[in-house]
């Protein structure tokens, strides 16, 4: 089971996700935010 943190990183990490797929190709990730998604995996 995860935790009430785990549950919500991962709420929040594959919304962020489904709108930049939604987005496609016209969407250029920061690099920030390529490092949020690389220490999120």
């Known amino acids: 089971m995860l ?4 549950k919500q990183l ?4 594959y919304c962020r996700a ?5 987005l496609g190709r016209a969407f250029r990730p920061t690099p920030q935010e390529i ?3 690389e220490d999120a995996n």
């Open 10 to 13: 991962i709420r929040l990490f």
């Open 18 to 22: 489904n709108k930049i797929a939604q």
């Open 35 to 37: 490092h949020f998604f």
């Open 3 to 6: 935790d009430d943190g785990a």
